[in-house]
């Protein structure tokens, strides 16, 4: 596979990969939060600002973009040790 060149990695990996495994580590917390307001609230059968299922659709979104980020930290890091 060729090598990517050094002016084009900032549009692949945006701003390095430590700063997206934090940002992956920030959406995969917030996801869990997301899953427990859900089930607490379907549980208790109130309303915490959305209803249930929108928390867990928030979850999954929030899921997705952990893993994303996870990748690009990963992909960044494996390409800066060519």
Do not use: H, Q
């Not at 596979?1 to 934090?22: N, S, T, Y």
């Not at 995969?28 to 208790?44: E, H, P, S």
Request: proline share 4%; glycine share 10%; with cysteine.
């Amino acid at each position: 596979m060729a090598e990517i060149p050094k002016d084009m990695r900032f549009l692949l990996f945006g701003r390095g990969a430590k700063w997206m495994a934090r940002a992956g580590l920030v959406m995969a917390m917030l996801a869990w939060v997301c899953l427990i307001v859900g089930i607490v609230g379907d549980a208790a059968n109130k309303v915490p600002g959305l209803e249930p299922t929108n928390w867990f659709i928030l979850m999954v979104g929030f899921l997705l973009g952990a893993l994303w980020s996870w990748l690009t930290a990963y992909f960044a890091t494996k390409e800066g040790e060519k």
